[in-house]
């Protein structure tokens, strides 16, 4: 059967880039639609594994790194994009519209929910709008959540990547599912006992990810921190930040690797879906400082792996740092913890889901046509 993948966009390869690389192991994709392609070629082989891969873009592309601009045009461009006209099987990749994508009554399609969809009209309008924009934009917000809510019946089953998730669809979109943890590469990030003195945070540097409440609390205290990524926030955070901040751009895994594994702890300020990179972090055997809601609250165990704080404020991760420097943390407990988490297990826990869905689909053909 011809596999097919479907993902909202391809642009830096991160954390959900790292997932979409373990479903192409999993299902040795032919064909692959996105809104735009905008990732390098050197990222699509991590993607694709060196696949000979049809990548199959919509208008959007015209406006590359502008398209999301038109944000409340996504839901249409998903919607109008196959071409698939044979039986196949669908696997889309989920944090905007991808779950959006037109199949066929002879194709089954899985939709793997990476984040909550489109937090900028459900959840996190202030953040990426202003009261003034939230106001004018109301009246598209309200009808885009309609769309939104419409789309989400287009996949034959929806796999949460954390119960956060999963119970944020119940909510929004009325859906029960179930979960398959997201994978890390527990095989790059190795366990490291000997720790530097510095903390790390790695991240996209947008405005949900809340690296301005870490960059707030260290401007405040006499410890370094190292800040890894790139995004639309660099410049403002730079402008801010004190001599004991530094700054790296984008780095390779095994640079990343390197820096968190000798790290003293990992800072996580976000309301993460799952958090692939604090689980990474794990695995090389750091402990995590991070905001107890969202995904991470799910794998980092509190006083063990790392220590939790329950308000997204600066002075609560000043307050986390330091009962963090009062705990002595055993590393080789916290990797073991990670491997709960390996990319062998979500490999082989998403191909039994398919497979069985499969297997009910056949089934349930041969009873229509006996």
């Not at 039986?87 to 194709?107: D, E, H, M, T, W």
């Not at 909550?116 to 959840?123: E, G, L, M, S, T």
Request: some cysteine; hydrophobic content about 40%; charged content about 25%.
């Amino acid at each position: 059967m011809k596999k097919i993948l479907v993902v909202d966009w391809l642009d830096k390869y991160g954390g959900a880039e790292r997932v979409l690389t373990s479903l192409n192991k999993s299902f040795n994709f032919s064909r692959c639609y996105t809104l735009i392609n905008n990732m390098s070629e050197e990222n699509l082989k991590k993607v694709f594994q060196h696949n000979d891969i049809e990548i199959i873009e919509s208008p959007l592309k015209l406006l590359k790194s502008k398209f999301r601009y038109l944000f409340f045009l996504f839901p249409y461009f998903i919607s109008n994009l196959s071409q698939e006209k044979n039986k196949c099987l669908i696997i889309s990749s989920s944090f905007a519209v991808a779950k959006g994508f037109r199949g066929k009554k002879n194709q089954l399609h899985i939709c793997y929910f990476q984040a909550r969809n489109q937090r900028y009209i459900w959840d996190e309008e202030n953040i990426y709008f202003t009261k003034l924009q939230a106001f004018i934009l109301n009246p598209i917000l309200s009808l885009l959540r309609k769309i939104d809510i419409r789309q989400s019946k287009r996949p034959d089953f929806i796999v949460a990547n954390s119960f956060f998730v999963k119970d944020w669809i119940k909510k929004h979109y009325k859906i029960d599912c179930e979960v398959i943890y997201p994978p890390v590469d527990t095989k790059l990030f190795k366990l490291e006992k000997n720790k530097s003195g510095y903390y790390i945070t790695t991240a996209r540097l947008e405005p949900y990810k809340r690296i301005d409440l870490i960059v707030d609390a260290f401007n405040n205290i006499n410890e370094e921190l190292y800040i890894v990524g790139d995004g639309s926030t660099k410049k403002s955070l730079k402008a801010k930040a004190n001599e004991n901040i530094k700054f790296y751009d984008f780095l390779d895994a095994e640079s990343v690797m390197n820096l968190v594994s000798k790290a003293k702890a990992f800072i996580h300020a976000g309301i993460e879906d799952f958090g692939i990179a604090p689980v990474e972090a794990q695995s090389c055997g750091t402990p995590v400082i991070a905001f107890n809601k969202g995904g991470v609250s799910e794998t980092v165990v509190n006083g063990k792996t790392g220590v939790l704080f329950e308000y997204q404020t600066a002075g609560a991760i000043l307050d986390a740092i330091k009962r963090f420097n009062k705990i002595k943390f055993n590393y080789r407990l916290i990797s073991e913890h990670a491997a709960n988490y390996s990319e062998e297990k979500f490999i082989s826990n998403v191909k039994k889901y398919v497979e069985s869905k499969l297997h009910n689909l056949k089934d349930n053909n041969e009873k229509e046509k006996g």
